[in-house]
């Protein structure tokens, strides 16, 4: 049972360009949420998502897109990448909102 | 505005002593987990406590949860080296749309031996 599964777990862009990193949970959660997470600040949500096709904005947003097609998989995409986004970024998915969160290994993205 | 704060962020002490570390807020929650994260790897769930006042332990790990559920603090005791590692406190608000999780800052706990 893989849980929650990030791909890629490391990578470098330089400013400017697009990328997409994915989030695939075989745990049938209807729950997805991606954050990052920056030295002294925590897990800072960006987007998170209710269910197959539904997404909402969380708390850092901008130079950001998600998507979450198919129910086991959210893809959060960045347009043209910036180096105030280099992070580790985390994916988690729950069950249900008395459920706790399950958390990937984390992508580690450098924007030079 | 941090609806979580959480201290203290750095702890470096001995193996065998004990440590407290808090999580305070005004905002009431309906329950609170704690993880645990390790260098390249993401937070693993150790607790969740709903109830005001409830205590519960884990080992040598103690967490309670404030009787206002407004706060909480985990209290290792004899910590270890292998208990080295970023605690993070996080609260589900009384209201929350989509199960959004309220993180505390962390706290980077070094035990040396």
């Known amino acids: 049972n893989a849980g929650v599964t990030q791909t890629p777990k490391f990578r470098v862009l330089k400013t400017g360009q697009s990328m997409t990193l994915l989030c695939a949970q075989d745990m049938n959660h209807e729950y997805m949420y991606w954050y990052r997470q920056d030295p002294g600040m925590g897990l800072r949500l960006i987007h998170y998502?209710?269910?197959?096709?539904?997404?909402a904005k969380g708390e850092v947003p901008d130079g950001y897109n998600v998507s979450r097609l198919k129910k086991q998989n959210f893809l959060l995409g960045l347009e043209s990448a910036a180096p105030s986004q280099t992070s580790v970024y985390f994916c988690a998915s729950r069950a249900s909102t008395d459920q706790p969160q399950h958390f990937g290994d984390g992508t580690r993205l450098s924007i030079l | 505005t941090q609806l979580l704060e959480q201290s203290p962020q750095f702890l470096s002490i001995q193996e065998g002593e004990n440590l407290t570390v808090y999580c305070n807020s005004s905002s009431v929650f309906s329950s609170l987990q704690w993880y645990r994260q390790e260098p390249g790897e993401g937070p693993v769930l150790l607790v969740t406590v709903v109830t005001g006042g409830e205590v519960k332990k884990l080992k040598r790990l103690t967490f309670q949860f404030g009787d206002a559920r407004k706060d909480s603090s985990l209290h290792i005791t004899a910590a270890q080296p292998g208990d080295t590692g970023l605690y993070l406190c996080?609260?589900?608000?009384?209201?929350?749309?989509?199960?959004?999780?309220?993180f505390g800052q962390g706290t980077e706990l070094s035990v040396k031996p």
């Open positions: 996080a609260g589900d608000l009384v209201y929350n749309q989509g199960g959004k999780l309220i």
């Open positions: 998502s209710v269910g197959e096709g539904t997404t």
